[in-house]
């Protein structure tokens, strides 16, 4: 980490930068879903700036009254806390202004630089500008080129100018160098906060304690022990009211590159050196150059895509994915993904990684499960005992974040009988851990000028590397059995026959 802000004496955990936070994009979805909420909690955990000052920048015309009324009242349905408490809401709601501009409008970043002046003047920030990026992608690029146009992005002296770049980085390999090539020319890598929200996920951020804080794990984990990992994003969701943007993405597109690839590398890294955010980055980015892109020829061996039909989640109904609104009747976008992938180093070499995510799925679950090499036979070949079930690691990370350990016990009796037994550890019971949206720990580190749980731009190109050919035969070939899977369910067939072949079989999650 940069510092010591995160020390467990939560005397000396340090407060945000003072700074002025602006937000393109202020009246999206993502802005009022996830971050007020997390800006919310992050000034009950007193860990936003003391001077702290927010605009919101987007095209619909208001005022800035209006705006704060509009986010006041969204942040009593959004917020992760029961209650909204009034004292230290309106704390941060009497810094917060708006602003109406078209983001390709050179005028409306000037009148933005005079409003950012003016504020440093009000209330005493010293000219630390965080610029949140929560729009399409296809203003990232824009966005940042008007930024420095209106001088917004050189950093004075002792004074910082950051900006988070939210996903999708790009749409393939090709586009995301572009897009790193062109914000490149506008601002140093140290002032870009790639975000993958994942990481900010406290079982994601506890992967590594765990690992590297406890003796007895590191030892057994690599090829000698490790049989397979298996990476699961299931959502019960569809694709709601976002089809515009997801039927030209795709399933691989919006999880694997990104979110999947992050939780791969957390559990296949080596320990990094120190928690110095390139000492971690450098070891993630590693592992991720290491991943084994699978030729195009072995892509229908190696790779499943599914896409659902009707069927019923949760007890409701759920519409085929081609009648969802804003969704091409003929779609050949997969709402499903399935992979296996491969490391190339000693730790890992020949260790299947099977990563797997969709939507409208039977149970909204991510977790990463590692399953150890069964243990010989040997003692048990003259008991009643038929077979083993080797050990399960289990990381889950949402909707419960905790970690739960399989073993096999003797079952109480005369006779010799095994049965299975979980040892589990859930957050919530340990820690009395309070709801969070994920981007408090991001907002606040980038605050800090912490980059550790940032996308590097070559980490980004590596994520995007290591999938590109499954990205092109899919992109080439259209799915001849699309909708394969029925809403509600655990994915395609095909998707079992993946592991099958390797004597495998994907988790049953309950
Ligand atoms: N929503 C989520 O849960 C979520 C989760 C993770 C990541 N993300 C990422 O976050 C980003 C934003 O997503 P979102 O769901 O919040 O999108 P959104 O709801 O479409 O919000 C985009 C905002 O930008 C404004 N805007 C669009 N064009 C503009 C222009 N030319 N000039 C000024 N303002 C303009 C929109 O205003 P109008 O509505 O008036 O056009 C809207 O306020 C995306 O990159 C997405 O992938 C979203």
Same mark, same amino acid.
């Given at each position: 980490m940069a510092d010591s802000k995160k020390s467990a004496s939560a005397a000396h955990v340090r407060r945000g930068d003072d700074c002025v936070m602006v937000i393109f994009g202020a009246t999206g979805d993502l802005t009022k879903r996830l971050l007020m909420p997390a800006i919310y909690n992050l000034a009950k955990a007193k860990l936003l700036p003391e001077k702290f000052a927010l605009i919101g920048f987007?095209?619909?015309?208001? &005022?800035?009254?209006?705006? /704060?009324?509009?986010?006041?009242?969204?942040?009593?349905?959004?917020?992760?806390?029961?209650?909204?408490?009034?004292? !230290?809401?309106?704390?941060?709601?009497?810094?917060?202004?708006y602003t109406s501009g078209d983001f390709k409008d050179p005028a409306a970043f000037i009148h933005l630089k005079e409003m950012l002046a003016e504020i440093d003047k009000q209330i005493g920030t010293p000219g630390n500008y965080l610029f949140y990026l929560a729009t399409s992608p296809v203003f990232f690029g824009e966005i940042v080129k008007q930024l420095a146009n209106a001088g917004l992005t050189t950093e004075p002296e002792h004074r910082w /100018?950051?900006?988070?770049?939210?996903?999708?980085?790009? /749409?393939?390999?090709?586009?995301?160098?572009? #897009?790193?090539?062109?914000?490149?020319?506008?601002?140093?890598?140290?002032?870009? $906060?790639?975000?993958?929200?994942?990481?900010?996920?406290?079982?994601?951020?506890?992967?590594?304690?765990?690992?590297?804080?406890?003796?007895?794990?590191?030892?057994?984990?690599?090829?000698?022990?490790?049989?397979?990992v298996q990476v699961t994003a299931a959502e019960t969701v569809g694709v709601e009211l976002r089809g515009g943007y997801y039927d030209t993405a795709g399933a691989l597109r919006d999880m694997v590159p990104n979110h999947m690839l992050t939780l791969l590398s957390m559990t296949a890294m080596e320990p990094p050196t120190s928690f110095d955010s390139e000492a971690v980055r450098d070891e993630k980015a590693k592992v991720m150059h290491a991943i084994r892109p699978p030729k195009k020829e072995d892509v229908a061996r190696d790779a499943v895509r599914g896409q659902y039909g009707a069927g019923t989640v949760a007890g409701k109904p759920r519409a085929a994915y081609r009648s969802e609104p804003n969704v091409d009747p003929k779609s050949n976008t997969e709402t499903y993904a399935a992979v296996r992938l491969f490391i190339d180093n000693w730790r890992w070499a020949d260790v299947p990684f099977y990563l797997r995510t969709g939507k409208s799925m039977a149970k909204r679950v991510t977790e990463i499960a590692i399953?150890?090499?069964?243990?010989?036979?040997?003692?048990?070949?003259?008991?009643?005992?038929? &077979?083993?079930?080797?050990? #399960? #690691?289990?990381?889950? !990370?949402?909707?419960?974040?905790?970690? &739960?350990?399989? $073993?096999?016990?003797?079952?109480?009796?005369?006779?010799?009988?095994?049965?299975?037994?979980?040892?589990?550890?859930?957050?919530?019971?340990?820690?009395?851990?309070?709801?969070?949206?994920?981007?408090?720990?991001?907002?606040?580190?980038?605050? #800090?000028?912490?980059?550790?749980?940032?996308?590097?731009?070559?980490?980004?190109?590596?994520?995007?590397?290591?999938?590109?050919?499954?990205?092109?035969?899919?992109?080439?070939?259209?799915?001849?059995?699309?909708?394969?899977?029925?809403?509600?369910?655990?994915?395609?067939?095909?998707?079992?026959?993946?592991?099958?072949?390797?004597?495998?079989a994907w988790r049953k999650i309950e």
């Open positions: 987007s095209n619909i015309e208001e &005022s800035s009254d209006s705006y /704060r009324d509009e986010i006041t009242s969204e942040l009593s349905q959004y917020a992760t806390a029961k209650v909204v408490d009034p004292k !230290i809401w309106d704390r941060v709601a009497k810094n917060i202004q /100018r950051r900006v988070i770049i939210e996903k999708p980085f790009g /749409r393939d390999l090709e586009s995301a160098k572009a #897009l790193n090539r062109e914000i490149g020319t506008h601002l140093e890598e140290s002032q870009i $906060f790639r975000i993958d929200h994942y990481l900010g996920k406290e079982t994601v951020q506890n992967l590594m304690v765990f690992r590297f804080g406890n003796g007895i794990f590191e030892p057994i984990w690599n090829r000698r022990y490790v049989e397979f399953q150890f090499r069964r243990p010989p036979f040997l003692m048990f070949r003259d008991t009643s005992v038929e &077979s083993m079930v080797p050990n #399960l #690691l289990v990381i889950h !990370i949402e909707p419960d974040q905790g970690i &739960s350990l399989r $073993f096999s016990a003797k079952i109480p009796g005369p006779v010799v009988s095994l049965g299975n037994v979980d040892m589990n550890f859930k957050y919530s019971e340990y820690f009395h851990a309070t709801a969070a949206t994920g981007y408090e720990t991001l907002l606040w580190d980038c605050m #800090l000028g912490d980059t550790t749980l940032f996308q590097r731009a070559d980490m980004v190109d590596a994520g995007w590397r290591a999938i590109e050919p499954v990205l092109d035969v899919w992109g080439e070939q259209k799915a001849a059995d699309f909708p394969n899977y029925v809403a509600g369910s655990w994915g395609p067939a095909a998707a079992d026959e993946l592991l099958h072949r390797d004597g495998h």
